[in-house]
């Protein structure tokens, strides 16, 4: 490839190799980084990326995490953003065929998502029917289960209420699984990150770190005991997600606004 300098080239992942680092800096085009991470378990924000748009004259982030400390912190260190939110495709789902109450599903580790443990402690002490897929692994050779990708989604389609957290205190993110659970028209129980949509989280069910195991089975079997209500939240919360979430349309925005020079934010 050779791009000319009306060209876009956006980078989605750290280069390691210093001939790419090399060929990248040669380009004369327009550079743009896709960022997935705010920070390492450092919790630097964005520190490899700052270092990367330093090394290379990268001045805009497509940035995953868009909440205000983290515009913030970007504008004041000369980098303008553009919003690309975890997006997802719309599908039909059947709520007459779903058969699992709670879905606890993902990493139990307490430093990287502590709500979502202490849910999980909660649901292991109660009475309540739940249903647990662990972590497989990144590696597509070494997973432990099926359930990935359409099998995943599946899965969630016969789920009423699945358990989410925005990983931690430090961290504030509105992570894949807050818009899994809506395209597959499950009621998420579990933290919000600050930029979430009101709507979405005045429907889910709302639990910290601070809420006692009673009152996570409580809200749970409140939730569960009338189905035309739950019915309605799990709607009010996906509309949410149909409308602000949609891969499509997503991702002609971003592309749109790349062309045209737009951008959400200006460094300060």
């Known amino acids: 490839m050779n791009p000319q300098p009306e ?24 550079k743009i980084l896709h960022s997935m991470d705010e920070s390492k378990s450092d919790e630097i924000l964005f520190r490899t990326q700052l270092e990367f748009c330093k090394r290379h004259s990268v001045n805009t982030i497509i940035n995953t995490f868009p909440s205000i400390r983290n515009i913030e912190f970007l504008s004041s260190n000369g980098i303008n953003t553009i919003t690309m939110l975890f997006c997802g495709s719309p599908r039909i789902v059947d709520s007459s065929k779903k058969d699992i109450d709670v879905l606890v599903s993902g990493q139990i580790n307490e430093n990287y ?28 050779s070494k997973v432990i289960h099926q359930y990935h990708g359409k099998n995943f989604h599946n899965l969630l389609d016969r789920c009423w209420i699945g358990v989410t957290c925005r990983a931690g205190s430090f961290r504030d993110r509105l ?14 129980i579990g933290d919000c990150s600050t930029y979430i949509d009101p709507l979405m989280k005045s429907s889910m069910i709302y639990v910290d770190e601070n809420t006692s195991y009673e009152n996570i089975i409580i809200s749970l079997k409140e939730a569960l005991s009338n189905k035309n209500l739950l019915v309605k939240r799990i709607d009010d919360y996906s509309s949410v997600i149909h409308r602000d979430h949609n891969m499509d349309l997503n991702v002609k925005r971003v592309l749109s606004m790349i062309k045209n020079n737009k951008l959400d934010t200006f460094a300060a």
């Open 7 to 30: 060209d876009t080239i956006i980078i989605y992942i750290s280069l390691k190799n210093e001939d790419c680092h090399k060929k990248l800096q040669s380009l004369n085009c327009k």
């Open 113 to 140: 998502y502590p709500v979502r443990c202490k849910i999980f402690s909660a649901l292991r002490k109660s009475d309540i029917k739940f249903a647990y897929l662990p972590h497989s692994g990144i590696e597509a």
């Open 175 to 188: 992570v894949p699984k807050y818009v899994e659970f809506g395209f597959s028209k499950v009621l998420p």
